[in-house]
Nanobody, 121 residues
């Protein structure tokens, strides 16, 4: 019923920048919180940043001052601007969203399929 599709990943040198996008589509009435998470090889998936529909944000300490999360509610899209990238930022990045469907009053959590970000010289 709902799909989240990430884009924008790739290979970048240390100190470089990337912008990730995640577009949600389907039977969407509204999306409350949207977020970005990442999973490096051999590690658990962890929070990168979240943003509410009103624009309140939360960041992991490791990315504060370097990453910026934003969203376009009209497009059901969330973005992650990543600057000053470090090798330790290498991971698969996933987006998610708390979605209220047009067909049901409850919220459901949906995840994207992930996009690889590799920071290496």
């Amino acid at each position: 019923q709902v799909q989240l599709v990430e884009s924008g990943g790739g290979l970048v040198q240390p100190g470089g920048s990337l912008r990730l996008s995640c577009a949600a589509s389907g039977s969407i009435f509204s999306i409350n919180r949207m977020g970005w998470y990442r999973q490096a090889p051999g590690k658990e998936r962890g929070l990168v940043a979240t943003i509410t529909s009103g624009g309140s944000t939360n960041y992991a300490d490791s990315v504060k001052g370097r990453f910026t999360i934003s969203r376009d509610n009209a497009k059901n899209t969330v973005y992650l601007q990543m600057n000053s990238l470090k090798p330790e930022d290498t991971a698969v990045y996933y987006c998610n969203g708390n979605v209220q469907l047009t067909t049901a009053p409850n919220e459901y959590l949906y995840w994207g399929q992930g996009t690889q970000v590799t920071v290496s010289s």
